[in-house]
């Protein structure tokens, strides 16, 4: 069930299936965050390929948190 006051986002169909990352690497501070997302080589994990990068907002940090903090209850 989707949120009220969420906008409706059109999602372009390249972006439909998303990406499957098994890390992700935090950069930033409590002010703005940079995400990286990546796919580890299953045969080599010290090597592996970014598969997103997301910069954040201390809004969406907030967010983000609430989130997690409602769902994982």
């Known amino acids: 069930m989707s949120d ?3 906008p409706i986002l ?3 169909s390249d972006l439909r ?3 499957w990352a098994d890390h992700v690497d935090v950069f930033g501070d409590f002010g703005e965050l940079t995400l990286d997302f990546a796919r580890l080589d299953p045969r080599d994990p010290a090597r592996g390929e ?3 990068r997301v910069a954040l ?3 969406c940090i907030l967010k983000l948190q609430e ?3 409602r769902r994982i209850q």
């Open 10 to 12: 059109r999602v372009r």
């Open 50 to 52: 970014l598969v997103a």
């Open 17 to 19: 299936a998303g990406v």
């Open 57 to 59: 907002s201390r809004w």
């Open 67 to 69: 989130e997690f903090s």
């Open 4 to 6: 009220p006051d969420s």
